[in-house]
Structure formats: structure tokens, C-alpha cells
């Protein structure tokens, strides 16, 4: 695959590595603006976040490695629909995925953009404890920096998904654990594999539907299980916004796993400028 025949094909057709935060908005601006859109997502669950359009593709499943996002891409080429752009707007922690696109793109010549999330306000780099929401909000290096705060008198809540479970009950020292997941059947096998019985498992995702209140699910669990610190990811988003809120209204520690650096050469835009650097997409000959 070469670059040149990529910039000589119409722009309508774009690559959208997501999840369902930002994802499904910024799908359904796109396709607004007339863009063909694929969205690869990790699980088939994650599908159900997006309404069904005509110009939108759903994939779902883990890409598999450098060789695999190549092949996806000359397929692309293939079906004479080569992507005009590639969009990254999968979690800022996804530092896997992120660094594979972009090493695939940068050596196919494949136009790569990355949707960037703005930090909160408070975040800083410097490991001390940041300002609103509240004295208790404090940004770790890392999770293996869980292990140097104090928890003996808490009960923590493990907000960072499943897949670092193990490590950050080996680290923590607090006097008892619950664990909130996205709904998935592997997040559940997880939790439960690394000894966390379902009284200490909620599974939802962030943002409840029918009707209720924002942040009600996740006031109701922390009272439930009498929680007074909270471990997440310095993440941006609604999802970090909706812990600072909560920690700041009932009270509770919140422990912010800080966020690594973004992909070396690789343009990380905000939404807007994101927006205006892809434009619209020509009309075909």
C-alpha cells in the first residue's frame, strides 16, 4: 500500500478506533458531515453504544497487532474504499493500540489523527495533591504509587477496569475493596480471578440510562459499600469529571492514576480542532 494512491481517492471514508465514551458522539458527527465510517471497538458489547446508520461499519474485537492493522488497511485498499484518515480516539490509557497505529501508519504513509482529551481542571504533573474537588484528590505517578498512600482506615474503590485488578489490590493497603466494571462476561472472570467475590463487583457503565440523575449509580454503590476513597484514571472525560464530582460531594479520597504521554509524531487534537482538520468529505467523481 502505497501513500500517493491514498491521497489520490475522494475523501469520504474514514478508520475510527474508539471506544463508547467519545466514540459514538464523534461518530455521529462525522457521519453527519457525510463521512463512511468503520469503528473498531474491543468487545461486541461496546456495539450497542452506537446507532445504526447506512455509512456506518461496526467491528468488534481486539486489532491484534501491528501485522493485523495492516492487513485491515489493504483490505481497505482493497475494496477500492482506502481510508482517507485514520482517527485514534481510543482511551488515553490504551497506550498499546495508540503506539501500534501509529507506527503502521507512519510507515504506510497513512494520514493519522488523534482525538486528544483535555485535561480537567486541578491536573497537574507534579504528584501533589491537586485543587477542586476537595483536599482528598491526589495524582499517582503510577499504580505501583498506590502502595505508599495510606489506606488502612478506607475502603477503596477500584474504578481503572478489570485488566489491572491484580495489581492494584497487591498494592493497596486499604482495610477493604469493591470493584466497579464495565458490564462485559471477561471483566466479570477477571474480578473474579483475582479473588473479588460478586458482594465486591458492580457492573455498569458510567453513564446510567432510564431516567436517572447523573452520578446516582455511582453514590448509591459508594454508600452501599460504605466506600471513602475512590482509585481511577486521570482519564479526561465525563468519566473522570463524574469522579472529581462525586469525591467532591460525598466527601471521598480520590486517587488519580496519572496519564501517559501521548504517541511520539502523531497530531493529538481537541474535538473541535480534530473536527476542522478533517473537514468534509469530497463528492465523489
Known amino acids: ?21 467519545e466514540g459514538p458522539p ?29 455509512r456506518l461499519e461496526l467491528e468488534s474485537g481486539a486489532l491484534g497487532g501491528e501485522a493485523a492493522i495492516e492487513a485491515r488497511l489493504a483490505a481497505a ?28 501508519c507512519q510507515r504506510l504513509g497513512q494520514p493519522l489523527l488523534r482525538l486528544r482529551r483535555e485535561t480537567l481542571e486541578g491536573d497537574d504533573t507534579s504528584g501533589e495533591a491537586l485543587g477542586p474537588p476537595g483536599p482528598g484528590l491526589r495524582l499517582l ?20 477496569g478489570a485488566r489491572r485488578l491484580a495489581q492494584a489490590l497487591a498494592a493497596s493497603n486499604a482495610a477493604g475493596h469493591g470493584a466497579r466494571l464495565l458490564p462485559s462476561p ?4 477477571l474480578a473474579r480471578a483475582v479473588g473479588l467475590s460478586d458482594a465486591q463487583i458492580a457492573c455498569h457503565r458510567p453513564t446510567p440510562g432510564g431516567g436517572l440523575p447523573p452520578l446516582a449509580l455511582e ?31 460525598e466527601g471521598l479520597k480520590l486517587l488519580l492514576i496519572r496519564r501517559p504521554p501521548e504517541p511520539a509524531a502523531v497530531l493529538g487534537l481537541p474535538l473541535e480542532a480534530l473536527l476542522e482538520k478533517l473537514g468534509f468529505p469530497t463528492t465523489p467523481p
Open 186 to 189: 471477561a471483566a466479570l472472570r
Open 1 to 21: 500500500m502505497h501513500a500517493p494512491a491514498l491521497k489520490q481517492m475522494p475523501q469520504q471514508h474514514l478508520w475510527l478506533v474508539a471506544g463508547t465514551g
Open 26 to 54: 464523534l461518530a455521529a458527527t462525522l457521519l453527519d458531515r457525510g463521512w463512511q465510517v468503520r469503528v473498531n471497538l474491543v468487545s461486541s458489547s461496546a456495539l450497542r453504544a452506537y446507532a445504526p446508520h447506512p
Open 141 to 160: 505517578a503510577d499504580l505501583a504509587d498506590l502502595g505508599s498512600v495510606d489506606l488502612r482506615a478506607d475502603r477503596l474503590l477500584l474504578a481503572i
Open 219 to 249: 453514590r448509591a454503590l459508594c454508600r452501599q459499600w460504605g466506600i471513602t476513597a475512590v482509585l481511577a484514571r486521570q482519564s479526561g472525560g465525563t468519566t473522570e469529571a463524574t469522579w472529581r464530582q462525586l469525591a467532591g460531594e
Open 77 to 104: 485498499v482493497g475494496r477500492n474504499a482506502p481510508f482517507d484518515w485514520v482517527v485514534d480516539a481510543s482511551h488515553p490509557f490504551a497506550q498499546v493500540i495508540s503506539a501500534e497505529l501509529a507506527r503502521v
